[in-house]
């Protein structure tokens, strides 16, 4: 697992599934970095983005500047049993982006957003490297 302030000094070329309903979240870094936000499905609990406040073109191109991970418990008027919101802030020079993700359970299963830093691919080798 990432630290969420990792994305400091980052800079986003492309950003997938950040909508209301989504249950990832993927920023592909300049640098080739792709962090995934995502919950680790286990049996009885959902967990996906509630709302998105801000246009997620605004953190394209760039440098990160701030990125902050807030959480609190959901009260019974927004889940059935037991809840967690999860709140994501991040700042470029041109505007900011609130994340805010809902997860719900029977109160025995988590209901935790993760951020992990995905291994990176390797990159296929060039013909005129390859030798036989």
């Known amino acids: 697992m990432a630290d969420f302030k990792d994305l400091i000094g980052k800079t986003l070329v492309r950003i997938e599934g950040m909508h209301k309903g989504s249950e990832?979240?993927?920023l592909v870094c300049s640098d080739g970095a792709t962090y995934r936000m995502q919950h680790y499905q286990d049996c009885?609990?959902?967990?996906?983005?509630?709302?998105?406040?801000g246009d997620p073109a605004y953190l394209i191109g760039s440098p990160i500047?701030?990125?902050?991970?807030?959480?609190?418990?959901a009260g019974s008027e927004e889940v059935s049993e037991s809840g967690t919101w999860t709140f994501y802030k991040l700042a470029t020079a041109?505007?900011?982006?609130?994340?805010?993700?809902?997860?719900?359970?029977n109160g025995y299963y988590s209901e935790s957003v993760f951020f992990d830093l995905l291994p990176s691919s390797p990159s296929p080798a060039s013909p005129e490297s390859q030798h036989d």
């Open 44 to 53: 009885c609990e959902h967990v996906e983005v509630e709302d998105v406040v």
């Open 65 to 73: 500047s701030f990125a902050d991970e807030s959480s609190h418990d």
């Open 24 to 26: 990832q979240i993927d």
């Open 94 to 105: 041109k505007g900011w982006v609130d994340l805010r993700w809902l997860g719900s359970s």
